[in-house]
């Protein structure tokens, strides 16, 4: 059998229709997991009673077991979960209402979460203790400090490693085929096994990810650009 | 007014401050004086709660604070009463001059945001820096920086100014500039405590000096008391160590 490079451009054009999936999959676990990165990370950081132990545990699980187990463990446990307690609470809700993507969203995110707690506690620590008491000492709350002054300077300082973070998510979403979410790695399966042409589709599915993934790097590359201005001794426009 | 008293401090089992008491005219400029590790710099820091001290009472205008029960809102209260220039600067390195002098204006104290501005020029103008209000702090000098900070720390209208060591991390020739600043709003009758290493600025700026050691007020007194005839023979030492011995011609 050789191979048909006709068929690469075929495959790519069938799996353009899978793209806004793995898009979405991308961005919303990103985007929750950064949200409840930087909650674990603060609280681990002012070692809040409870929470704060309660979060290292949840970092140190998630970041010690694969991605495909946690998908698969929200995927077969949450039903076990809600199920009951939403029909003692006789809501006419039940986990069979959740679309298959929803469970992508719900396992990648907390695994993004734990991944990016880290990335957030070391953008944290890497801003110095002097601005922090800067905005004390000018009469903020801790929260105000935190929100104004440390957060904007942690987040800058951990653009390289987000932007890391979140390529890895582009990544790994496509596990989700495993539960029938069609991803562009899942729809590459489909146009391969559909024509027989398994190599070809699998490497329009690469040069896709590819692709999508310099995008990133670049996105990326000018966010750092334009939100770091402040360090290379600018002047604001 | 502001009052100290019995303001003690203990790291572990190490008691850095052992019970300060001092008190400060309104528009009074006190000199903290010592030999480093002598507790000046946290004592500072102890007045606007950067540092918990372990115990006493504090009081800065009409607002009595006892340290051992201060509630955050307490602190709160407190640290609105005054304003810190840092020996590192610690300008918020996110945002322009201008925005430092106006983040305390716009957060704490709610103000609009072109009245904010506005004020915030002004101070930046009076240090000398209205060209410079959109640099961020990495594009100015140390002693640029250091005078947005006093900027900074004027915009709220405290009732005191704390100023720990606020020229010991410049480069020789660039200390005089921010010396100036300081003295001209020192002769505006702002209230201030500096720690300080600069001692003919020490002598030629403050109504009051402290001397410390080992976490104790050593010897106080006015300059001219303290610089031409200390009574403490720690003082003494201390004084003759740091002042430059005279220049003789044989």
Known sequence: MNLDPGFIWTALRSLLQAVPTTLAITAVSSLCGLLLGTVTALLRIYRVPLLGQASSAYVTFIRGTPMLTHLLLIYFGLPLLIDGPLAGAGLPVRSAMIPMIGFAYIAFSITAGAYLSEVVRAGIQAVDRGQMEAGLAVGMTTGQALRRIVLPQAMAASVPNLSNSVIGMLHASSLAFTVSVVDINAQAQIVASTNWRYFEAYLAAAILYWGMTLALERLAALVERRISLYNRGGVSS | ?250
Do not use: W
């Open chain 2, 1 to 250: 007014m502001i009052k100290l008293s019995g303001i003690r401090k203990k790291y572990g089992h190490h008691e850095v401050l052992q019970g300060i008491d001092a008190t400060v005219q309104k528009g009074e400029v006190v000199a903290i004086l010592g030999p480093s590790g002598s507790g000046k710099t946290t004592l500072l820091r102890c007045v606007n709660f950067l540092e918990r001290p372990n115990e006493g009472e504090l009081t800065i205008g009409d607002f009595t604070i006892q340290c051992k029960r201060a509630r955050k809102q307490d602190i709160y209260t407190l640290r609105r009463k005054t304003a810190m220039v840092f020996q590192q600067y610690n300008l918020f390195r996110h945002k322009t001059a201008l925005e430092n002098v106006m983040e305390g204006l716009l957060v704490v104290q709610k103000m609009p945001r072109d009245q904010a501005r506005e004020r915030s020029a002004q101070l930046l103008d009076k240090v000398g820096l209205g060209k410079k209000l959109d640099a961020y702090p990495s594009a100015l000098s140390g002693g640029q920086q250091q005078r947005v900070g006093i900027a900074r720390a004027l915009a709220g209208n405290p009732e005191v100014i704390l100023f720990d060591e606020p020229t010991s991390a410049l480069d020789p020739e660039l200390v005089g500039e921010v010396l100036a600043v300081i003295r001209t709003i020192a002769r505006e009758g702002i209230t201030m405590m500096i720690v300080t290493h600069e001692m003919s600025f020490a002598q030629d700026v403050a109504t009051q000096v402290l001397f410390m050691d080992e976490g104790v007020v050593v010897e106080r007194g006015t300059p001219r008391e303290m610089f031409s005839d200390p009574k403490e023979e720690r003082t003494r030492r201390f004084l003759k160590r740091i002042a430059p011995e005279p220049i003789y011609h044989i």
